[in-house]
């Protein structure tokens, strides 16, 4: 069983068009990172999420926290072809305190 | 700054052959991390090492993997010998302290198994 579900795994769409992506799990987690990956590169952090309903902007890109913090989604705004790439959310987990990351999103924005 | 540095880019091996992984961290950075990105997968991490000394290795197959951090600086990742499921992108990832926010990931290095 995967400790963070993301769907969906897969989105194409037209450039200009808006969408969500989300990250489910069934536990509560003091926080929770997304990361894009582009092709041939590693992940890169794009925001960290901390209290329970929080909204956090980055230019199109708005991420909020669920208030429970289980869960949290990513809305992209008039999606440019930049945008593609797999986004990925992640927490820490274990006694080691380690990065747990999610199956991921792979977004394609068609020009 | 520089980012963190990873080599070779690309491997092709076949199964039963050894393999060796190298990772430069960025400048300074006490934590390290080696991550196995499957296709279609998030990273899993395989090993985290302060400084020179292992956090977390539970999820190294240690019959096969091992890893060293010499001196505190570079890391090299060796798996030996390779199987067809080790087929993957090895990730290297530093970060400033052990509790650091942010980890800086390399460009990774891609492994095929034939």
């Known amino acids: 069983t995967q400790l963070l579900e993301q769907s969906p795994q897969f989105l194409s769409i037209q450039e200009g068009e808006n969408l969500t992506v989300y990250c489910n799990s069934s536990s509560v987690f003091s926080s929770l990172q997304w990361y894009r990956q582009e092709p041939g590169e590693g992940p890169v952090l794009l925001v960290t999420?901390?209290?329970?309903?929080e909204v956090k902007k980055l230019k199109r890109l708005t991420f909020q926290f669920g208030d429970a913090r289980k869960d949290s989604s990513l809305h992209i705004t008039a999606a440019q072809p930049g945008d593609t790439g797999l986004y990925l959310c992640?927490?820490?987990?274990?006694?080691?305190?380690?990065?747990?990351f999610g199956s991921g999103t792979q977004l394609t924005v068609l020009p | 700054e520089a980012g963190v540095a990873q080599s070779p880019r690309y491997k092709i091996i076949e199964k039963r052959q050894s393999v060796a992984f190298w990772c430069n961290p960025i400048s300074g950075h006490a934590t390290l991390y080696w991550y196995q990105q499957i296709l279609g997968q998030g990273p899993k991490l395989l090993i985290q090492?302060?400084?020179?000394?292992?956090?977390?290795d539970s999820q190294l197959p240690k019959d096969r993997f091992s890893a060293e951090r010499l001196k505190g600086v570079d890391s090299t990742l060796k798996i030996q010998p390779a199987k067809l499921e080790d087929s993957a992108v090895y990730l290297c990832?530093?970060?400033?302290?052990?509790?650091?926010?942010?980890?800086?990931f390399g460009p990774g290095t891609r492994l095929l198994v034939l």
């Open positions: 992640a927490v820490r987990s274990g006694s080691a305190r380690q990065l747990t």
């Open positions: 999420v901390v209290t329970g309903g």
């Open positions: 990832a530093s970060s400033r302290y052990r509790e650091s926010e942010t980890q800086y």
């Open positions: 090492f302060q400084n020179n000394g292992v956090v977390d």
